[in-house]
């Protein structure tokens, strides 16, 4: 599977947030040609996996897309900050 996003050396095993939920940077979306999507969307409406393994595909394949990292499973507190912008500081550190 790590072929299909461009990598040498696929990871060994994947590990990612359960149920989709993510959020992605317009720059990691457009790190990949509009038909690359395309391609997915029609691999999807064609394959003869059951449709709730393909959800499980995904679910397993959006990290590896936008990040190329087979685990990604930053702190919450750093995924708040560098995604939503909702940074919390050290009270020690001068922080509210």
Same mark, same amino acid.
């Given at each position: !599977?790590?072929?299909? &996003?461009?990598m040498t050396h696929p990871p060994?095993?994947?590990r990612a947030a359960? +149920?989709?939920? &993510?959020?992605v940077t317009k720059e990691a979306l457009?790190?990949?040609?509009?038909e690359f999507y395309l391609d997915l969307r029609e691999w999807a409406m064609k394959t003869a996996m059951e449709k709730n393994w393909l959800g499980v595909i995904f679910e397993f394949s959006y990290h590896l897309m936008f990040t190329g990292l087979g685990v990604y499973?930053?702190?919450?507190?750093?995924?708040?900050c560098e995604l939503y912008d909702i +940074? !919390?500081?050290n009270k020690a550190e001068g922080g509210p």
């Open positions: !599977m790590g072929e299909a &996003f461009g060994k095993y994947i359960c +149920c989709a939920t &993510f959020a457009h790190r990949w040609p509009k499973d930053p702190p919450q507190a750093q995924c708040l +940074c !919390m500081t």
